[in-house]
């Protein structure tokens, strides 16, 4: 059977959208021999696959561990290895990469990430984020253009890619939900557990939770969320608000500090949260498809979001979502006062939301997407 090196800087239990990508896409590619090269976080394994977990190291960069990357280790990995699929250009994706360019390995590169956006929002210092988006834009211009191929996860990421200099062929794998386990409340199996948090964080049954999942990274820009949030509570407290994730701590201490917001840390079963929630809200600064937006969407949360990357163009503006400019805390209170006062309205967007999830995000057609590209890449090698 083929070896399939998959190499990666995010994996559980440091939850973000590439670690849940991978244990939703690894289970469902069953054509490939995997071994996955990766930081050790902790104890998590996706099952069928083999791990070869590298220690991490003290250095940060935001919410960021870099892992120590063994060079014999990564080396000996791609040597046996038929196909390498990165996932980041971290320590682990860099040097992964590295050696397969020298002993002639395939090269696919997911790119999750459009890394000059990302790396500059990780910092508060302005001369940090120019020199680091510029050193960052020029690596990940250069590596990209030593892969095979890309696959990205939407036609404008492509041409992002493109319109960046990165001459390397592109292939579209759109990411999925797994609508089993995100779905709207009234189809949940987990009726008590949902309304056990209904009933923790809400004074009133009748009151509206509005919620967050996700990294609390810098370019998430949840400031923006709690400066709408202060705005609302000035004038009304029929709502609280709940942020889960991993990240930044002084980002949750921020929240823990008004009254009317509440924190957690990542949760294995997040499903439950999200569809006790009412209103979800995305106020990212940088994005490409933002698995908790689409998941959000699936459990039939009135959404409330940026238009970055791929998120604007999958919610239309007053169908299925509503759309905000970045960093626009006005913008993002008024909405939030609309559908605070009209249950309709979120329960008609919310509908609709859960619609365009089932029909754009299915992770079986991500996974035998990727595994088609990965073959017919290997046959197109072949002699």
């Avoid at 960052?136 to 492509?158: F, G, V």
């Avoid at 609302?232 to 201490?253: E, P």
Wanted: proline share 4%.
């Amino acid at each position: 059977m083929t070896h399939l090196l998959i190499a990666t800087d995010n994996y559980p239990p440091r939850w973000d959208g590439i670690s849940r990508f991978l244990t939703e896409v690894l289970p469902r590619i069953d054509d490939f021999h995997i071994t996955v090269i990766c930081p050790d976080y902790g104890e998590y394994e996706v099952a069928d696959a083999k791990h070869i977990k590298l220690s991490t190291t003290d250095m940060t960069f935001g919410d960021y561990h870099f892992a120590n990357p063994n060079l014999s280790c990564i080396k000996d990995q791609v040597r046996q290895a038929d196909i390498v699929f990165g996932q980041s250009i971290g320590t682990i994706g860099s040097v992964a990469g590295h050696y397969a360019r020298k002993t002639n390995t395939p090269l696919i590169h997911y790119t999750h990430t459009i890394e000059w956006q990302l790396v500059p929002k990780a910092t508060e210092h302005n001369l940090l984020k120019r020199l680091s988006q510029t050193c960052t834009r020029r690596y990940a211009q250069w590596y990209y253009n030593r892969c095979d191929k890309l696959i990205t996860p939407s036609r404008n990421i492509s041409e992002t890619l493109h319109y960046e200099g990165i001459q390397t062929k592109t292939a579209i794998a759109p990411l999925g939900v797994d609508h089993d386990v995100f779905k709207p409340r009234e189809d949940h199996e987990e009726t008590r557990l949902i309304a056990s948090i209904r009933r923790k964080y809400l004074d009133d049954a009748d009151h509206t939770l509005i919620g967050y999942h996700g990294r609390l990274a810098r370019e998430k820009d949840l400031m923006t969320l709690l400066r709408a949030v202060k705005r609302l509570r000035k004038q009304r407290d029929d709502f609280s608000v709940l942020i889960i994730g991993d990240g930044l701590d002084d980002i949750r201490t921020k929240f823990e500090q008004d009254p009317a917001c509440h924190t957690l840390p990542a949760q294995e079963n997040i499903e439950a949260y999200v569809a006790a929630f009412d209103i979800f809200v995305t106020p990212t600064l940088t994005e490409t498809t933002s698995l908790s937006t689409a998941e959000a969407m699936a459990c039939g949360n009135a959404v409330i979001a940026t238009p970055a990357g791929y998120i604007e163009d999958y919610i239309n503006h007053g169908e299925n979502g509503l759309l905000f400019d970045k960093q626009d805390n006005y913008m993002l209170s008024e909405y939030l006062r609309d559908l605070l006062d009209d249950k309709d309205k979120r329960i008609r967007l919310g509908r609709d939301a859960n619609l365009t999830a089932k029909e754009i995000f299915q992770w079986n057609t991500t996974a035998t997407r990727i595994q088609d590209i990965l073959k017919d890449h290997l046959s197109e090698d072949e002699p």
